[in-house]
């Protein structure tokens, strides 16, 4: 056993193997410890923008229209969070939970008979120490429930402060299933890798291993064995190099055993070496085209015949053409999606007819809406002006409406409608009939390379990178934009501005 150990030990593969085995568990250990501080971190940024935002929205809202208090239970409904309106002499206005209804009575205290939720709170011993950089934001606990909130502050409009809370419980939870996952992909990531180092390095090692044996023949003064060709890089010199240090070493032994035989065995050598030079320079040759060319060269090939079965030639063929336009429309959407993030390309609206796209867009795709044997019902009235950038506003179309083909199901129908709204904008929406959308998947489909529908099967050319560039063109328009499921099918919607007031009026109100 010992023997086995040493030899194992003496092995350069196991050797490098070891080694990267072991950067790979530091990776792992620095994971672990890392990770469960950077996510509640990157958790509790994301908890301060969110309470923040119910903060300012509750800013917006205004206290004499009949739907104020609609709009309080709304917002608490929709972002999870309790909060509580409190006026400059510390009474308690308003508080979010309690109420079975919007205008519950437990949502009104009576005046000077309920004092705010948050002044039974204390600096959380656990979270102390933490200091956030966050304006207004900080975590104390609830002395009734002994629970830890994160609590965010502000004073808005009327004079009065609110204070949303949120647990910092849920948070926790949320980190620890992440880390968990976070270990288990780390643990597979490492075993894999370790199989895929171990192939590369055997392989890596292999010819090393060769030119040893060969060494050892020469050693024995047997020279008859020779390095094959490794390549061009520094193992295949070295194999070179080798191969000629033992022609060299042959030679002088026939010198010495046999000079009259010496001038023969030159030239012979010379002529071996000539032949060995020129079959070099030809591999080096053949072997500097690029994998490109190569693989141009053997495609063009196929199509002009290269095979006698007309059945493999085509369906050859057509793969590596049809995956380089996948791959070229994947390079565009990656390009297009990039301009559109880091803003490159300036923003230029101008009036445009809305409504003849539309129709120019269902009659380039009416081909393939036949083909799914769809009706498409276009209520969009032709001479729709509106102002914004053309160009990409199409390309919000056709996203929209080429993802409504592709799921469309049941009736196979699609409705395409546009009425104005009161913000000055028209809106488009795109509904097709089929399955829903579940609910946790519609605020991720927006991201990048994101499928909701993982249990179906989808056309290839699509990538999840549509939606994407939807968000980013119509984040710089600044207008609305979303999905929603409805009766029978999902309805997608966008909105564009019918002229400049809408920029010039967004821009004074924020």
Not at 45 to 65: C, H, Q
Not at 95 to 113: C, D, L, Q, R, V
Not at 147 to 163: E, L, P
Not at 318 to 342: A, C, G, Q, T, W
Request: with cysteine; glycine share 6%; net charge negative.
């Amino acid at each position: 056993m010992k023997k086995f150990f040493s030899y194992l030990g003496s092995k350069i593969r196991v050797k490098l193997f070891a080694a990267i085995l072991l950067v790979l568990l530091v990776f792992f250990v620095i994971i672990s410890l890392v990770s469960e501080p950077l996510l509640f971190s990157a958790f509790t940024r994301s908890t301060y923008g969110r309470l923040s935002e119910v903060a300012e929205k509750i800013d917006y809202l205004v206290p004499d229209s009949g739907t104020y208090y609609f709009d309080l239970y709304a917002l608490s409904q929709n972002y999870g969070a309790e909060f509580e309106i409190v006026d400059g002499d510390g009474f308690l206005l308003y508080k979010s939970s309690g109420g079975g209804s919007a205008i519950g009575i437990e949502h009104f205290p009576t005046p000077g008979s309920m004092d705010p939720q948050y002044s039974d709170m204390t600096v959380s011993a656990r979270y102390g120490d933490k200091k956030f950089k966050y304006k207004n934001f900080e975590i104390k606990k609830k002395n009734a429930t002994n629970a830890d909130y994160f609590i965010y502050h502000d004073s808005i409009s009327t004079g009065d402060t609110v204070y949303v809370f949120y647990p910092v419980a849920d948070i926790e939870n949320v980190v620890r299933v992440a880390e968990s996952v976070y270990s288990v992909i780390s643990i597979l990531v490492i075993t894999v890798l370790g199989i895929i180092f171990f192939i590369i390095i055997s392989r890596f090692v292999k010819p090393v291993e060769e030119m040893n044996n060969v060494t050892k023949d020469m050693a024995a003064l047997n020279f008859d064995r020779k390095c094959n060709d490794y390549g061009k890089d520094e193992i295949g010199e070295l194999g070179r190099s080798i191969n000629t240090l033992s022609d060299k070493l042959d030679s002088t032994l026939d010198d010495l055993n046999d000079k009259n035989k010496q001038l023969e065995k030159d030239i012979e050598l010379r002529l071996a070496l000539d032949n060995a030079r020129k079959s070099f320079i030809s591999n080096v040759s053949h072997e500097l085209k690029t994998p490109i060319a190569i693989i141009s060269g053997y495609a063009e090939g196929l199509k002009e015949g290269i095979s006698s079965d007309p059945a493999i030639i085509g369906e050859y063929c057509s793969i590596i053409m049809d995956e380089s336009r996948k791959m070229n429309e994947l390079v565009l959407e990656l390009l297009e999606l990039s301009k559109l993030e880091s803003k490159s390309q300036p923003f230029t609206p101008d009036y445009y007819d809305l409504g003849e796209n539309v129709r120019i867009l269902l009659g380039h795709l009416a081909l393939e809406i036949e083909e799914n044997a769809i009706t498409v019902d276009n209520r969009v009235p032709l001479s729709l002006e509106c102002y914004a950038m053309g160009e990409k506003i199409d390309i919000v179309l056709k996203n929209y409406i080429t993802n409504a083909i592709s799921h469309c199901a049941g009736e196979k129908r699609i409705s395409i409608i546009s009425r104005k709204m009161k913000n000055g904008c028209v809106r488009i929406s795109v509904t097709n009939t089929g399955e829903h959308i579940a609910e946790e998947d519609i605020a991720e489909i927006w991201d990048s390379f994101y499928r909701a529908d993982k249990a179906h099967n989808r056309n290839a050319n699509r990538f999840g990178l549509g939606l994407s560039i939807v968000k980013s063109i119509m984040t710089n328009h600044r207008c609305k934009f979303g999905v929603e499921n409805v009766e029978g099918g999902v309805e997608f919607y966008f909105e564009v501005p019918e002229g400049p007031d809408y920029y010039e009026n967004y821009s004074e109100g924020n």
